[in-house]
């Protein structure tokens, strides 16, 4: 089995039946993440399992995991507005992920990124409701949100605080087929 580099140079070789597969399973792996705690409002483990596996198993490998997400929420929810949204913010968050990789050496770091990513998430979707129904409606969608993206914010950083360093040992124990 192959071990996990994160490397850039494993992102630019084409993807095997390997690779096929396992960004397959990490997609439901969201998917079945976002569900179990569709429960509770603005707390969930997408932020966390993106911020894992662009660390984990690469740039590349993440981008398609984010926009088989993105298309399964479309058949599961149907499609909307902000489904275009989760086409520009979960890649989003890959490409910040992939910046930071070197610079961040804890899941402190990690929980910081998620933290603001949280904070300003209904920020993100305000710009693309402005884009369909003007942006007054835009800011009136932020500032409505905004109690819900502090709780979004908080509830990410704690997420990743507690939940980073186990499952990132894991994920890299699956993948290399120790487990």
């Known amino acids: 089995m192959k071990a996990i580099t994160g490397s850039s140079s494993e992102d630019t070789r084409s993807l095997d039946?390997?690779?096929?597969?396992?960004?397959?399973?990490l997609s439901a792996t969201l998917t079945a993440g976002k569900?179990?705690?569709?429960?509770?409002?603005?707390?969930?483990?997408?932020?966390?399992?993106?911020?894992?596996?662009?660390?984990?198993?690469?740039l590349k490998k993440a981008l398609l995991t984010a926009i088989i997400f993105s298309t399964i929420e479309i058949f599961i929810y149907g499609f909307n507005t902000w489904i275009l949204g989760y086409y520009f913010i979960w890649p989003t968050l890959i490409l910040i992920t992939w910046g930071l990789?070197?610079?961040?050496?804890?899941?402190?770091?990690?929980?910081i990124v998620g933290g603001l990513f949280g904070l300003f998430f209904g920020m993100f979707f305000a710009v693309f409701e402005s884009i369909f129904y003007g942006w007054a409606y835009g800011f009136a969608y932020w500032v409505r949100g905004i109690p819900m993206d502090i709780l979004h914010g908080v509830s990410n950083f704690i997420i990743i605080l507690l939940l980073f360093k186990p499952l990132s040992r894991i994920l890299k124990k699956c993948v290399r087929g120790d487990i």
Do not use: H, Q, W
């Open 101 to 111: 990789r070197k610079t961040v050496n804890s899941e402190y770091g990690y929980a």
């Open 35 to 58: 569900m179990a705690l569709a429960f509770v409002p603005n707390v969930e483990i997408i932020t966390l399992l993106f911020i894992l596996y662009t660390v984990s198993v690469g």
């Open 17 to 25: 039946v390997y690779d096929i597969v396992l960004v397959g399973i």
